[in-house]
């Protein structure tokens, strides 16, 4: 695979005004989603919602690529048409979650090593075949007493160079998200210092391993304040404090930069994309790869009639695409 092909993949993703879809929940956490509407874990119910997500009408007019997880990409729509291929045929590029999820870093409490390494190349083979064109990988930075620790900061980074390096072998853009929780009391400073290092750390690491920046997306967390911080920054600080942490740690080369929601309310989510856009140029596209930011109103809506309310989930999912569409624009409405 050449780096022009990896880097039109790349471009593609962040095409001017389109943004990714998150819905590559593993089983246990679209259940926990599920569970809080009432609706059943089942592999049916996984399979209708997801082609309730991926069939929305026009999808493609705000939405470039689609992240999916390992079931889903085996997945039909009823029709039978594989999901993968029924998204190629929509314009929109087939994505997939290649970690394997989070566990208790040895000798570190309270912090996180996300796995996945062990025989990577050959399940990123199967997907290239499955039609998949990129991959995320997501490590998890806990802020709390005295962490994250320097130890954690630097593994987590050295696997998403593994992973990118792997991935760019394959022939798939790897999307590396280094995610800093939300979760916890600090405030904004904190969080633009963790989420600093924890930038400088990974492109150390991408740049060791002859990761190419330029067929690379970032998907990143915003400089926020704590959840249960007392004192919460409004929009302007999150989006100064968030470029400025980004416009000194990630290199301008890079095609594009994602933002996760990362628990944040749907409307916070596209005010801050937005208000980042407003205080542009950037030296790189700004945009979404929203999941709960995405999916919440429309889940909502499906829990209460699973039968007669597709259409009406989907006219949400369209509603936040176009809204996060327009912030990736800087020209949200609001
Ligand atoms: P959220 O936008 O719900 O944080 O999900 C994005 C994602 O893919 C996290 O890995």
Redesign the pocket.
């Known amino acids: 695979m050449s780096i022009e092909q990896l880097a039109e993949t790349a471009q593609a993703l962040v095409a001017p005004g389109k943004g990714i879809i ?1 819905i ?1 929940e593993s089983t246990a956490t679209i259940g926990k989603r599920f569970a809080a509407v009432g609706i059943d874990n089942t592999e049916a119910n996984r399979r209708a919602y997801r082609e309730l997500l991926l069939t929305t009408p026009k999808l493609s007019e705000h939405i470039s690529g689609a ?1 999916l997880y390992d079931e889903t990409i085996r997945q039909s729509t009823a029709d039978g048409v594989p999901f993968a291929k029924y998204m190629a045929g929509h314009g929109i590029l087939p994505g997939i ?1 290649v970690d394997k999820g989070t566990v208790a870093l040895a000798g570190y409490p309270g912090e996180l090593v996300t796995e996945g390494l062990d025989g990577l190349r050959e399940r990123l083979q199967e997907y290239y075949r499955l039609g998949a064109r990129f991959a ?1 990988w ?1 490590a998890v930075i806990t802020i709390g007493e005295d962490i994250p620790t320097g130890t954690c900061i630097d593994v987590n980074a050295h696997a998403l160079a593994r992973y990118a390096a792997l991935c760019q072998e394959q022939g798939l853009v790897p999307v590396v ?1 280094p ?1 800093v929780l939300m979760d916890g009391e600090h405030d904004i400073e904190t969080c633009y210092e963790v989420t600093e290092a924890v930038l400088r750390s990974l492109f150390g690491s991408l740049y060791d391993q002859n990761v190419l920046l330029e067929g690379t997306i970032l ?1 990143a967390s915003m400089v926020v304040s704590g959840k249960d911080c007392p004192e919460q920054a409004d929009v302007q600080e999150v989006a100064e404090s968030t470029l400025m942490c980004l416009k000194t740690t990630v290199p301008a080369i890079l095609p594009g930069i994602v ?6 309310p749907d409307e916070a ?1 596209t005010a801050h994309l937005d208000a980042m856009n407003r205080l542009g140029p950037n030296p790189w596209t700004l945009s979404f ?7 919440q109103a429309a889940l909502q809506l499906w829990a209460r009639d699973m039968k007669n309310n597709v259409r009406k989930a989907q006219d949400a999912v369209y509603a936040r695409a176009r809204a996060n569409g327009q912030a990736a624009l800087g020209k949200w409405q609001g």
Not at 259 to 264: A, D, E, I, K, T
Not at 289 to 295: D, E, L, T, V
């Open positions: 998150a590559d992240i979650k995320k997501r998200e995610e998907k933002f996760l929601s990362g628990g944040q989510a790869s929203y999941g709960r930011a995405m999916q």
